[in-house]
């Protein structure tokens, strides 16, 4: 992975989203070679909610999907957006939220390509499509043409 990509969102992501990335709460980085993962966990629990309107309110995000999942056990919504490719960036952000609809851990996904980046996004997209309840999705080929 390009460490300078790492730095660079490390340096950029606490202006760009104040509220969601913190550059005192990084817990981890870790890398896979096409992609690396950055792991920030609140330090005061946020509404899904409001994490969306964050996100939203960014014009270099687009939210790919929100949606509430249901198990025996469990209920929370997960939410993801990414970086407009026009915009020079790589990186989609997953954040997920229990029963009480409160995050308190983001995860950072930088990558190295932007194939990479698009394959990620649509299985990302597939497989959280299939796990309960569409708040918000971006269909399939709004998704593509970001990337032609």
């Known amino acids: 992975m390009n460490h300078q990509q790492i730095d660079m969102f490390r340096t950029l ?4 989203l104040p509220r969601l990335i913190d550059a005192g709460c990084l817990d981890c980085i870790d890398d896979y070679g096409d992609y690396a993962i950055l792991t920030y966990n609140l ?3 946020l509404p899904i909610k409001e994490a969306l309107d964050d996100m939203e309110d960014n014009m270099d995000l687009n939210v790919l999907y929100h949606v509430e999942t249901f198990s ?3 209920r929370g919504e997960h939410c993801c957006a990414y970086s407009v490719p026009t915009s020079g960036r790589m990186y989609k952000l997953n954040a997920q939220a229990g029963s009480d609809k409160m995050l308190d851990t983001v995860y950072v996904y930088i990558f190295d390509s932007l194939e990479v980046m698009l394959e990620s996004l649509k299985s990302d997209l597939a497989q959280h499509l299939r796990r309960g309840i569409v708040i918000s999705k971006m269909d399939m080929s709004r998704l593509v043409a970001d990337f032609m």
């Not at 992501?13 to 760009?16: A, C, F, H, K, L």
């Open 13 to 16: 992501g606490p202006t760009i």
């Open 43 to 45: 330090a005061k629990p």
């Open 72 to 74: 025996a056990t469990k």
